[in-house]
């Protein structure tokens, strides 16, 4: 239905709704994608019911008119409701969300050419240490002088010297080239009884309305293939299918397994695609066009013309949760996504998290589980390290027992891998003569010494220096010593150890790209890596048939801290990266060195009883009226200055209303009390579940007001506090 006037939502966060006339000609409803006048500039922004926001009152006859309409298929409602829950749940600006609907100008645009670059293989004459970072950085890459400036930390000049000298050339891109169309019936896998039971409980649920389901199945039990079949049904009834992934690094292995079961790769949405692929995306899935969609959280607001299906894969993967602009949890959206649509959503996980098992207790979600590997493989042996027992000797990291395992693998030519979740070399960098400590200048966080990249590093902000010669402090030279174990210095240990073993360290500062994931893949398959070190990065989604040692070298290190999910993030972590073991006919071990051997996430690993963990860890939540049975959200004030910082927090906390069933904390210093430079001071409020916190909260923020140096943001059910 055309609309007189339009009440439009800009994608600029500082402004509410606009009101506007729409001149004759212009066939604008809600949900057109339109171009609003504001003074001399034009936004762009989306036409809404007038009925569902508010705006300021203004006579028609002082309406300005609209200055166009962006030829794209108008945003459908379950998404415009998808971004008004968004925005009043997580307390964000409609605005915020509304550019994750719209994050592409260049989309907005009708079909035409692009212009990109590209290596030619060239050696210029002339090699800068520059020119040689940014020719290794973009090898067999291509994208805008800009995009792989980015892309190789160096200017846009210097990649314009580069074109000059020949080393890159220009490419002419079509901006709508046809996408692949995945084919149901190309690869289908023959299913065990278990699997068939689960897969055809999926497909029956395409085209039936909304229908949550944790897909609960241990690792290797072939999640994925089974969740493919609903992809596959999805697509036969032309529908289309969102999967979204954890981690881009995840990418990689996961397209080439798409390409065996549909005989073609999906459309990709990260951060890492370039402008004119992201374009080609959103085009796709505003046409309906893109059948399937493998993406990032940000996935989740794309304007989808049918959506058929959500897929969460790893569920309970912590990276769902986005820290900055609109602190939203991709798990908990996609099943508000799927509501509005009326589709099902796959939550598939092989350590659901706590909150989504609660969720099927009451009957919210449904359940399929798959209880056995698939083959016949077996879910591998646990046993724990007691390293006060039989601890490393000084200087080392691995225990006698692990190193002995090690070894016996090595002889019978089969892969190990070594987990630590810590990137680098060392954590910490100490001078023994005065006891300075390297700290980062704009966070509270140790630098972090990187061998590899010779450098210190802030894990937080980035930045970085060189490694540093003398003591800053008291200037003696060979005084500075490294602290404790990263995974690099795992590596030199395991080098040490066994000259002759071929090691590779997997991080994201060694796997940056998803042609490096492809080829850590490739070297794995073809056995030209014995012993992997590797961080979290490592613990998902590969499947090497050949890996059937694992050591995890530091298993206390997420426990302490006392977080509410140390323990739970502990299990589900330690159960992923035992899941790489032993998934081929060979049987898989696992070693998990700890101080602390009898600790109840350590006994319940070793143990193999999840039951009961689940229920000690669940039944503690109730006690103290924790998620999912009570509610959190954290307010957080920051500011350069940190005495402005503390003032509003102090002014915020001092306002705090009195509200039955809800108890406020602080504020104090924020766990990161310095974050790239902003002072950072937190209340944190506790809740029950039936309160409606949000609106507490509005109402609380309104009656404090702050300047613009100090930033004030809530983050709702937060994920580690
Ligand atoms: P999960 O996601 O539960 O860890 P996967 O789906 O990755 O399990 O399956 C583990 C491995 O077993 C994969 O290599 C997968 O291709 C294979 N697999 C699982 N089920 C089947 C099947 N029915 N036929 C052939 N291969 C299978
Ligand atoms: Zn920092």
Known sequence: MPLPRARVVTLNAALGPLDYRVPDGLAVEPGSVVVAPLGPRQLIGVAWEAERLPS???GDNRLRPLAGLIDVPPIRAPLRRLCEWTADYYLSPLAAVLRMVLPSSSALEGGRQLVEYRPTGVVPPRLTPQRTQALERIEGRQGTIRELADHAGVSDAVLRGLVNAGALEKVMVEADQPLALPDPGFGPPELSPDQRAAADSLTGAIGGGFDPVLLDGITGSGKTEVYFEAVAEAVRQDRQVLVLL????????????????????????????????????????????????????????????????????????????????????????AVMRAKFEDIPVILSSATPAIETRAMVESGRYRELRLRQRHAGAVL???????????????????????????????????QSLLFLNRRGFAPL?????????????????????????????????????????????????DSLVACGPGVERIADEVQALFPDARAAVVTSDTIWSPARAADFVRQMEAHEIDIVIGTQLITKGYHFPNLTLVGVVDADLGLSGGDLRAAERTFQQISQVAGRAGRGDKPGRVFVQTHQPQAPVIAALTSGDTERFVAAETAARQEAGMPPFGRLAAIVVSAEDREEAESIANRIGRKAPEVEGMEVYGPAPAPLAMLRGRHRFRLLVHARRSLDVQDVIRDWLGQVEWGSKVRVAVDVDPYSF
């Open 429 to 477: 960098t100490l001078c023994r003569t005065c006891g300075h400590r390297f700290q980062c200048p704009n966070c509270t966080a140790w630098m972090v010494e990187h061998r590899l990249m010779r450098r210190l590093a802030c894990h937080h902000c980035g930045h970085v220096m060189p490694p540093p010669e003398a003591c800053p402090e008291c200037g003696d030279k």
């Open 246 to 333: 954890p981690e881009i690094a995840l990418t990689e292995p996961f397209l080439k397994r798409f390409a065996a079961r549909f005989g073609c790769a999906p459309v990709a949405w990260h951060s890492d695609l370039r402008s004119s692929q992201r374009r080609r995306a959103w085009r796709g899935i505003a046409s309906g066009e893109a059948k399937v969609v493998v993406g990032a959280r940000s996935a989740l607001f794309l304007p989808y013309a049918n959506l058929g299906l959500i897929v969460v894969d790893e569920a309970h993967e912590p990276s769902f949760k986005q820290e900055e602009g609109v602190q939203y949890h991709a798990r908990d959206v």
């Open 56 to 58: 300021e009152d203004v």
């Open 380 to 414: 591998p042996s646990l046993d724990a390290l007691d390293l006060t027992a039989d601890p490393p000797p000084r200087g080392r990291w691995l225990a006698p027992r692990l190193v002995a395992e090690l070894e016996a693998n090595l002889k019978a030519g089969e």
